[in-house]
């Protein structure tokens, strides 16, 4: 028998198609967009230019290897699962490492051809100066080491579930923890005397590699750097050696339990009951949305999470007694991104769920056979989010700029945060105005429902933000000189509000003639 012949296979399969030579194009293609524009421009010292350059490509794309990793394996098994196929393969003489890793190389060789094809971009800053070739040696190996681990998650996490959706937003929630909760716990052990040095709990974080891939985090501790990729990488086989032993033993469970926390929430909560009671005459489709179980404590950990990504900078300089970042300027300045994709993926998330549930289950079929006319279910949908998602909304645009002011002071900064701030509320809802619409229609048109809110999130959020990003950064390089923020407020402003106008139209206009036709899909 050939050693690993569901791997064998299923290499020959994926390099043979033709999305693997395109998606190695579009990586390096959206990586250039971002980076041209900086490099042609007359900077005075190219070397601040090429180190601004290689920390703002080298956080993209540990962020993509993170997303990315947990996208292609947090289905791996659970479809399997699902469909019943899994127990077919265990009938052979495969083992469940066989398995496991046949599943992970099919769905990591796009993965890996993506990052191989923008680590020469990465390398651009080198030729600029600022930027040491060992430090890029480092930053790929932080990269490859994360998007092993995001795979490895997504796999383990996988064994252990049959829907999708669960599924992937449990291994993202999960990798989201392991980058933000051990240098939190490092803070809070030593809020006095902290320094990367002695930040232990921190080894199994992959933004912590990313920091100590850096020439200031390893000048000041090269061992915790291999330490920390040491440990990433144990955790990674960890991951892989128990999904081999889960998918094998899964195959004598039966499917989830019904969701009995969810009666035992409904029953505890009789004064929400009877506030929801009015819906049910009013719109049942917005009824109906706001009753998914085990919705609304999601959306306040996504608010806490923004709360907490917000307020945990000032509060550590406040009881250490100095205003010095924690890991730098890039910490601070690239945060809010962070805490920016994270609300977005939610949205899409909430934005695709009501309508991919409805085609799982039959219920869209039911509704349509009965007088409700579909511009009530859309309008239900969209009531429905925006009863649930504005106060967490408020919370999220509020956060940024009193984190800016208390960390850091009336500072320059904190006046472009100040300027900036009215254009950043007009963005996020036209963001989650367009999600919901672009959402609606993908969780109709897609057949897998991880893919609807993949598609959401990838084209209504992560491209316009590359295109903004590189079409800004040209006119920033063309004036030159100060006046950046009202360059910002009077170009991405407009843009990303005609950009969520686009989509909405469109959107609207494919749910016209995709409606009446969707219900007998499966999904």
């Not at 920390?55 to 993209?60: A, D, G, K, R």
């Not at 999600?435 to 959020?461: C, D, E, H, I, N």
Request: glycine content about 8%; overall charge positive; charged content about 15%.
């Amino acid at each position: 028998m050939t050693f690993l012949p569901i791997v064998h296979r299923e290499l020959l399969v994926r390099s043979r198609q033709a999305v693997t030579w395109r998606v190695r194009w579009a990586a390096v293609g959206l990586a250039s967009l971002l980076a041209l524009p900086i490099l042609l421009g007359n900077h005075p010292n190219p070397g601040v230019m090429g180190r601004q350059l290689f920390t703002m490509l080298s956080v993209l794309a540990l962020m993509y290897c993170l997303l990315e990793g947990a996208r292609q394996t947090a289905d791996c098994l659970s479809g399997e699962k699902r469909e019943g196929t899994l127990g077919l393969l265990f009938l052979t003489d495969l083992k469940g490492y066989d398995v496991v890793l046949g599943k992970l190389a099919a769905a990591s060789l796009n993965s890996f051809y993506s990052l191989l094809s923008i680590l020469p971009v990465l390398g651009l800053p080198v030729l600029a100066g600022g930027v040491a070739g060992a430090e890029l040696a480092r930053m790929a190996s932080v990269l490859v080491v994360s998007l092993c681990l995001a795979l490895s998650m997504g796999m383990c996490v996988s064994s252990h579930h049959r829907e999708e959706m669960k599924s992937l937003f449990t291994t993202l929630g999960l990798l989201l923890l392991l980058v933000a909760v051990p240098p939190l716990l490092d803070g809070l052990l030593r809020w006095r005397t902290f320094t990367p040095a002695t930040a232990w709990c921190s080894l199994a974080s992959p933004g912590f590699a990313w920091y100590m891939a850096s020439d200031a985090g390893y000048r000041a501790a090269p061992r915790l750097f291999w330490a920390s990729m040491v440990v990433l990488q144990t955790i990674s086989v960890g991951l892989l050696v128990w999904a081999a032993i889960r998918a094998q033993r899964g195959l004598r469970e039966g499917p989830d339990p019904p969701t009995a926390p969810a009666t035992r929430t409904r029953r505890a909560a009789p004064g929400r009951r009877a506030a929801r009671q009015p819906l049910l005459s009013q719109n049942p489709i917005r009824w109906l949305a706001r009753r998914q179980p085990g919705l609304r404590p999601w959306i306040w950990a996504v608010a806490g999470f923004v709360m907490l990504g917000a307020f945990a900078q000032p509060l550590f300089y406040f009881f250490r007694g100095t205003r010095a970042p924690l890991f730098g300027w890039g910490l601070f300045a690239y945060g809010p991104l962070i805490v920016h994709f994270s609300v977005r993926i939610f949205i899409a998330y909430l934005a695709c769920r009501f309508f991919v549930e409805a085609r799982r289950t039959g219920t869209l079929e039911l509704l349509l056979c009965t007088p409700l006319r579909r511009a009530d279910l859309l309008r239900g949908q969209r009531q429905a989010l925006r009863d649930v998602l504005l106060v967490p909304l408020l919370i999220a645009l509020l956060a940024q700029p009193i984190a800016a002011g208390v960390t850091l002071g009336l500072n320059s900064y904190s006046l472009q945060m100040a300027i900036l701030l009215p254009g950043r509320a007009l963005v996020l809802f036209a963001d989650a105005a367009a999600l919901t619409w672009f959402g609606a229609w993908a969780a109709l048109a897609s057949r897998r429902p991880g893919g609807a809110v993949a598609k959401t999130f990838l084209l209504v959020t992560v491209l316009p933000w590359i295109l903004h990003t590189a079409l800004l950064r040209t006119l920033l390089v063309m004036i030159g000189g100060p006046g950046s923020s009202w360059v910002l407020l009077f170009n991405l402003v407009p843009l990303s509000l005609f950009t969520d106008a686009a989509f909405m139209l469109w959107s609207r206009r494919r749910l016209r003639r995709l409606f009446p036709d969707c219900a007998g899909a499966t999904s």
